[in-house]
T-cell receptor, first 113, second 114 residues
């Protein structure tokens, strides 16, 4: 049973470009979460999605960030017009039900130059 | 406001001895607590969890203790092994009120010396 898959593992973008991060949950999991880890900090919640629905986006920056989890295909975290402060590790997690333990992917390390 | 705190950024123990990692929280709505282990350049790995209706949960070498009155939990690893060397994160959620969102501590770097 494959774990949570994230790609790309490393992404380099210049300031002003767009970054697209993909996450495929574990088989049988319909709940997806995105977290961000800035250098020297813990993980911070960004958004919680189920298929075709955003359940909780209270941790998402108000501008430039969006997330989706379509009926078919992976969940996408999209960052428009990236800035240096967006450089971080972005982790996706999935769970089989709401309120259960979450299983994390390997992360995407975004570097903005 | 740091709702989950791990006050020790690092801990060093000898192989075979007990490792005790501590975590404090401030939000009384938290009702589910988890510990994750993280190696560099990898995602966190789930270790063990505990619901607020319990005060202890054990899984092999790992035991989590919860003291609700003190808003404190700890992870015990016995016996410690060099492969346990990693960053350990405590996390909490308030499942009844804010659903599945996890709030993480800052992490404790555990080093187990052979």
């Amino acid at each position: 049973n494959a774990g949570v898959m994230q790609n790309p593992r490393h992404l380099v973008r210049r300031r002003g470009q767009e970054a697209r991060l993909r996450c495929s949950p574990m088989k049988g999991h319909s709940h997806v979460y995105w977290y961000r880890q800035l250098p020297e900090e813990g993980l911070k919640f960004m958004v919680y999605l189920q298929k075709e629905n955003i359940i909780d986006e209270s941790g998402m920056p108000k501008e430039r960030f969006s997330a989706e989890f379509p009926k078919e295909g992976p969940s996408i975290l999209r960052i428009q017009q990236v800035v240096r402060g967006d450089s971080a590790a972005y982790f996706c997690a999935s769970s089989p039900q709401r309120g259960h333990e979450q299983y994390f992917g390997p992360g995407t390390r975004l570097t903005v130059t | 406001d740091q709702q989950v705190k791990q006050n020790s950024p690092s801990l060093s123990v000898q192989e075979g001895r007990i490792s005790i990692l501590n975590c404090d929280y401030t939000n009384s709505m938290f009702d589910y607590f988890l510990w994750y282990k993280k190696y560099p350049a990898e995602g966190p790995t789930f270790l063990i969890s505990i619901s607020s209706i319990k005060d202890k949960n054990e899984d092999g070498r790992f035991t989590v203790f919860l003291n609700k009155s003190a808003k404190h939990l700890s992870l015990h690893i016995v016996p410690s092994q060099p492969g346990d060397s990693a960053v350990y994160f405590c996390a909490a959620s308030a499942r009844e009120t804010s659903g599945s969102r996890l709030t993480f501590g800052e992490g404790t770097q555990l080093t187990v010396n052979p």
